[in-house]
């Protein structure tokens, strides 16, 4: 079972807004944006490697998924809606897909691949990931983080705005990171978007105006994003206040 904690109108008949983080980040990422939605029973969740479950390894997605089922029952969820950004995003898809039943009510991902479809793209990913997890493993955290946030994904941020983040994944341990990092790479997980056209529960895709990687993405896969202004690949942490309307719009109309 994961760590978790409530937030919000804990004991409201509506489902249940349950919030994954993305990779290096925790459940109190999602803070800023949570302010506004105090009317909804929220359940934040800290993944393998993470916050409050940092002790905890997992073996893939699947395993992942299940525990998360595992963290629903224990909490007693029975409805609920999954919010997921990026690592968290791609949970959410992989749960959604295989392991979710009918407590589902609806999705919304935040930046979050849907899957690579070809072998090349695959072993291309694999190598690269290998290469991060090596340097979670033997670098010093500081040094690694402050060479994951060059990547050109990152490219809006600031030198302050980087300085910040890495200041508060300082927190973590690298160890801890590289197993979840390889054990979640991307090149692991399934290319889930002709099981995602099956489903019938609402889903939203949502993207920073800056992040032209995701924003192809999900142009490429037919689901036009709902796009955050003044935003980048982290649009939650960006413009938690856009973040939030757009997240509203969608809660409102389902």
């Not at 036009?224 to 973040?243: E, R």
Request: aromatic residues 10%; proline residues 5%.
């Amino acid at each position: 079972m994961l760590h978790a904690h409530w937030q919000g109108h804990h004991h409201s008949t509506r489902p249940v807004l349950v919030w994954l983080h993305g990779f290096l980040g925790s459940a109190a990422d999602w803070e800023p944006v949570q302010r506004h939605f105090g009317h909804w029973p929220l359940l934040s969740i800290d993944l393998p490697g993470h916050g409050g479950s940092r002790a905890q390894t997992v073996s893939g997605f699947d395993d992942l998924s299940l525990r998360l089922n595992a963290t629903l029952n224990y909490h007693q969820v029975d409805r609920y809606w999954l919010i997921g950004y990026s690592l968290g995003g791609r949970l959410a898809l992989y749960h959604a897909c295989r392991h979710a039943g009918d407590g589902l009510v609806g999705l919304l991902v935040e930046a979050g691949h849907f899957g690579l479809s070809s072998a090349s793209e695959r072993a291309s990913r694999q190598a690269h990931d290998r290469g991060w997890v090596q340097r979670f493993r033997q670098q010093p955290l500081e040094e690694a983080l402050n060479e994951w946030y060059q990547q050109p994904v990152f490219a809006e941020l600031t030198a302050i705005q980087r300085q910040r983040l890495i200041a508060r994944r300082l927190n973590n341990r690298g160890e801890d990171l590289a197993a979840m990092l390889e054990a979640t790479s991307l090149s692991t997980q399934p290319d889930l978007l002709p099981e995602l056209r099956e489903k019938t529960f609402p889903f939203r895709y949502l993207c920073g105006e800056w992040d032209q990687k995701f924003l192809q993405l999900a142009r490429q896969a037919a689901l036009p994003p709902a796009v955050i202004p003044a935003a980048g690949h982290n649009s939650h942490l960006a413009n938690p206040q856009a973040f939030a309307h757009q997240l509203a719009r969608v809660l409102n109309h389902n």
